[in-house]
């Protein structure tokens, strides 16, 4: 069954801005914790923003004051605004959930391409 379903990817200029959402369903929606990875072309995958288990969030360095990740726990929905967007944010994003003790789900990803 379905459990995690990413919206919201695109095109945009640089500088733009883009808003993902991710709505969990099943198990998933009672993951421990629930963010986002993305991965470019012919790169690995990559950790981009997360709620940890304590629900602090987390960024990696490259993004801090441009994404903001954000949650509706009474929708099982978790965001990724994405602001001043420069052309190396261009990847495939994926939403990622944890639920103890060892279960892992990803969505099927959503391209984000920021191109003139």
């Known amino acids: 069954q379905v459990q995690l379903v990413e919206s919201g990817g695109g095109l945009v200029q640089p500088g733009g801005s883009l808003r993902l959402s991710c709505a969990a369903s099943?198990?998933?929606?009672?993951?421990?914790?629930m963010g986002w990875y993305r991965q470019a072309p012919g790169k690995q995958r990559d950790f981009v923003a997360i709620?940890?288990?304590?629900?602090?969030?987390h960024y990696v360095n490259s993004v801090k004051g441009r994404f903001t990740i954000s949650r509706d726990n009474t929708k099982s929905t978790v965001y990724l605004q994405m602001n001043n967007l420069k052309p190396e944010d261009t990847a495939v994003y994926y939403c990622?959930?944890?639920?103890?003790?060892?279960?892992?789900?990803w969505g099927q990803g959503t391209q984000v391409t920021v191109s003139s």
């Open positions: 990622w959930a944890w639920a103890a003790p060892d279960t892992t789900y």
């Open positions: 099943g198990s998933a929606a009672r993951a421990n914790a």
């Open positions: 709620f940890g288990v304590g629900g602090t969030p």
